[in-house]
Structure formats: structure tokens, C-alpha cells
């Protein structure tokens, strides 16, 4: 896939998880007034592990249980199944100090800036009280020094002009440095990026994710990215993971999974994204392959939950669910029954 940019370097050295998921669901009991669903299942089953100076993205469209993740690991959901560690220890921040400590700890950053931050308070109100709320006890001026390094980290100068600003008076590049200045403010190990450029004007977006990139290597962060952009992902990115319906359908080091996708959505994710270079099908026709979003079910499928969209399906798609396989031995890895020996005969011969 020729994205249009170059790829930033991954990192090299392999470290313990600052966070990590291990058998993560989550399960939603609705009404039978709403649609007639009883439960929807909305994420089954997803491991991952966040190191500190590396980035894992988690890729899919809308509806897929990507942004339900982020804020399972935030804490802001229950959990129905799995165990959240914090750097190996399970999490259960009940109590109101504990949830504080483990928010100083992982931070989530949303993707509109515009609501994220409150319109009544100035800036400065607003990354002081972050400062406060997290064990700042510096005098006043020792604040103000604080308040100038956060936001020469975020390149925004001078401080002066932007303090006593309200956030309607700033562009939406400014107001998610901002952001970003806030979530450093309480000196996290952890930041959750949920679709964090999506909103911003495409000519500034690159600004973001390279400032973003710099405070990892910096600051020695573990970073989650969210997005459905698959683009991006692969120039911002160390490994990519790709969610179906809540399951993680392939995953692996971004180079590996972007140049070589075996799995048939992780093929349409890269094929509907822009490239001038490609000629064919467009995106609407590459859209076209299957009907139904990626939206979770109201019950957990028997097979694939891709099996009614991919054009290469076998009868045993929609009876069982495939095992995780390897496709090489970088740690790519897919969920599909098009990668074991049995079907080799059948590969990308569509059924349907």
C-alpha cells in the first residue's frame, strides 16, 4: 500500500507492558425495547500489551468495538470478562483515590476538542486544576513554569497567548495540543488515543500524529492508538490490530500487516483507503464486496463474523470460528480459515 507518506522508524527494542489486556469483553445488556436485542456483544476476547515507547494501533470501522477498548482500559466501562494490568499487577480502582492514581497513570485523549475541554473556564483554569487534581502542591510560581513547559512541549508559543484563552477563541489544531497538554499534565505511563485526528483539517493532522510520535520517544510513553484510517496507522504505528465486530482478526508489526494482509477485511480496510497510485476499483466498488457493517451482533456468531461479507468464503466460515494462525515468524498473526493448510486449495476463490 502506497499511503503517500514515508513510515516512521519502529521501535527496536522489546520491553515489559506498562498495560495489558489479556481475554478483554465487554457485553451489553439492552432493553428488548431497543431493537429487539436482548445482548450485544460489543468486544470479545481481545489481548494486547501497551510497552512504553511503542504504539499499538487498533483499526476497524465504525462500530467495530474499537473506542468500547478504550474505555475498558480506561476504566470508564466495566469490564465483562478479562484482566487489565498495570505494569503486571490487575486493576480494580474502586475506591475514589485508587481510580485517581490509576487516571494519573493512563490517560485517554478524544477525538473533539472542541467538547473535551469545558467552554466556561479558561485554558489556564483548565491545566491548572489537572496539576492540582493529581498531587501538584507547587506554589504559584512554580505553576506558571509548569503551565510554559506544557505547552512549549505541545509547540504552542508563546504560553501568554493562549492561557487566558477560551477554547472557542482557538483553531481545532490548537485545542488538541491542548488537549494533549492536558493529559501530560498529570503525568501518565498511558495515552489512549481515540481517533485523535479525525475532526482536525487533513493539512494539520501529520502535525499531530509527528508531535505525538516525539512525546513517545520522549516521555518513554505506551501509546494506543484508535483509528479507522489504516493509513495512518501504519506510518504512526509499531503493530496494527484489526477488529471485526469486536474480535481481532489480524494483527502484527504495522510494516508486515499493511504490505502483506491476509485476513479479507484487513484487504478492504487497505484497498478503500486513498492512493493515487492504485487504479481499478474504487472505493465505493471496493465497498461493495458484502452488505452490514462492522457493528457488533446481538449475539455471538458460530463462525466468522466476517463470513457474510467476504467474497472468499467456505461453508466452515459460518460454523466455526477460526483459530489464530501465524503467518510468519515476525508476530503476524490472523484469525481466518483461508491461512490454514486444509483450505490452501480454496484461497481467494470466491464462493459467493
Given at each position: 500500500?502506497?499511503?503517500?507518506?514515508?513510515?516512521l522508524p519502529m521501535s527496536?527494542?522489546?520491553?515489559?507492558?506498562?498495560?495489558?489486556?489479556?481475554?478483554?469483553?465487554?457485553?451489553?445488556?439492552?432493553?428488548?425495547?431497543?431493537?429487539?436485542?436482548?445482548?450485544?456483544?460489543?468486544?470479545?476476547?481481545?489481548?494486547?500489551?501497551?510497552?512504553?515507547?511503542?504504539?499499538?494501533?487498533?483499526?476497524?470501522?465504525?462500530?467495530?468495538?474499537?473506542?468500547?477498548?478504550?474505555?475498558?482500559?480506561?476504566?470508564?466501562?466495566?469490564?465483562?470478562?478479562?484482566?487489565?494490568?498495570?505494569?503486571?499487577?490487575?486493576?480494580?480502582?474502586?475506591?475514589?483515590?485508587?481510580?485517581?492514581?490509576?487516571?494519573?497513570?493512563?490517560?485517554?485523549?478524544?477525538?473533539?476538542?472542541?467538547?473535551?475541554?469545558?467552554?466556561?473556564?479558561?485554558?489556564?483554569?483548565?491545566?491548572?486544576?489537572?496539576?492540582?487534581?493529581?498531587?501538584?502542591?507547587?506554589?504559584?510560581?512554580?505553576?506558571?513554569?509548569?503551565l510554559e513547559e506544557l505547552?512549549?512541549?505541545?509547540?504552542?508559543?508563546?504560553?501568554?497567548?493562549?492561557?487566558?484563552?477560551?477554547?472557542?477563541?482557538?483553531?481545532?489544531?490548537?485545542l488538541q495540543r491542548i488537549?494533549?497538554?492536558?493529559?501530560?499534565?498529570?503525568?501518565?505511563?498511558?495515552?489512549?488515543?481515540?481517533?485523535?485526528?479525525?475532526?482536525?483539517?487533513?493539512?494539520?493532522?501529520?502535525?499531530?500524529?509527528?508531535?505525538?510520535?516525539?512525546?513517545?520517544?520522549?516521555?518513554?510513553?505506551?501509546?494506543?492508538?484508535?483509528?479507522?484510517?489504516?493509513?495512518?496507522?501504519?506510518?504512526?504505528?509499531?503493530?496494527?490490530?484489526?477488529?471485526?465486530?469486536?474480535?481481532?482478526?489480524?494483527?502484527?508489526?504495522?510494516?508486515?500487516?499493511?504490505?502483506?494482509?491476509?485476513?479479507?477485511?484487513?484487504?478492504?480496510?487497505?484497498?478503500?483507503?486513498?492512493?493515487?497510485?492504485?487504479?481499478?476499483?474504487?472505493?465505493?466498488?471496493?465497498?461493495?464486496?458484502?452488505?452490514?457493517?462492522?457493528?457488533?451482533?446481538?449475539?455471538?456468531?458460530?463462525?466468522?463474523?466476517?463470513?457474510?461479507?467476504?467474497?472468499?468464503?467456505?461453508?466452515?466460515?459460518?460454523?466455526?470460528?477460526?483459530?489464530?494462525?501465524?503467518?510468519?515468524?515476525?508476530?503476524?498473526?490472523?484469525?481466518?480459515?483461508?491461512?490454514?493448510?486444509?483450505?490452501?486449495?480454496?484461497?481467494?476463490?470466491?464462493?459467493?
Amino acid at each position: 500500500m502506497n499511503a503517500g507518506i514515508d513510515v516512521l522508524p519502529m521501535s527496536k527494542t522489546i520491553k515489559k507492558p506498562v498495560l495489558e489486556a489479556t481475554g478483554l469483553g465487554k457485553t451489553f445488556n439492552l432493553s428488548r425495547a431497543v431493537g429487539g436485542q436482548r445482548r450485544v456483544v460489543a468486544v470479545d476476547a481481545v489481548n494486547l500489551a501497551l510497552c512504553a515507547g511503542s504504539t499499538v494501533a487498533l483499526v476497524g470501522e465504525s462500530g467495530s468495538g474499537k473506542s468500547t477498548v478504550a474505555r475498558l482500559l480506561a476504566q470508564l466501562l466495566p469490564a465483562s470478562a478479562g484482566v487489565v494490568r498495570l505494569h503486571g499487577e490487575p486493576v480494580h480502582p474502586r475506591t475514589g483515590r485508587q481510580r485517581r492514581r490509576y487516571v494519573g497513570e493512563v490517560q485517554l485523549l478524544l477525538q473533539d476538542p472542541f467538547a473535551s475541554l469545558n467552554p466556561v473556564h479558561t485554558i489556564r483554569y483548565q491545566l491548572t486544576r489537572v496539576l492540582r487534581l493529581h498531587g501538584n502542591r507547587s506554589g504559584r510560581q512554580r505553576v506558571e513554569e509548569q503551565l510554559e513547559e506544557l505547552l512549549s512541549t505541545v509547540q504552542l508559543h508563546p504560553a501568554s497567548q493562549f492561557l487566558d484563552k477560551y477554547p472557542h477563541e482557538l483553531s481545532g489544531g490548537q485545542l488538541q495540543r491542548i488537549a494533549i497538554a492536558r493529559t501530560l499534565a498529570a503525568s501518565p505511563s498511558v495515552l489512549l488515543l481515540d481517533e485523535p485526528v479525525s475532526m482536525l483539517d487533513v493539512s494539520i493532522r501529520l502535525g499531530i500524529l509527528n508531535l505525538l510520535a516525539t512525546l513517545k520517544q520522549q516521555q518513554e510513553l505506551a501509546i494506543l492508538y484508535i483509528t479507522h484510517d489504516i493509513a495512518s496507522a501504519r506510518y504512526f504505528a509499531d503493530e496494527i490490530l484489526v477488529m471485526y465486530r469486536g474480535h481481532v482478526v489480524e494483527q502484527g508489526p504495522s510494516e508486515s500487516v499493511t504490505q502483506h494482509p491476509t485476513h479479507p477485511y484487513t484487504q478492504l480496510l487497505i484497498e478503500s483507503a486513498p492512493d493515487p497510485a492504485r487504479r481499478g476499483r474504487n472505493a465505493a466498488e471496493v465497498a461493495g464486496i458484502g452488505q452490514g457493517g462492522g457493528a457488533a451482533s446481538a449475539a455471538t456468531p458460530t463462525g466468522c463474523p466476517f463470513a457474510r461479507r467476504c467474497p472468499y468464503a467456505m461453508p466452515v466460515c459460518s460454523t466455526e470460528m477460526p483459530a489464530v494462525s501465524a503467518v510468519d515468524t515476525e508476530g503476524h498473526e490472523v484469525r481466518c480459515w483461508l491461512n490454514t493448510p486444509e483450505s490452501a486449495n480454496q484461497r481467494r476463490v470466491p464462493l459467493h
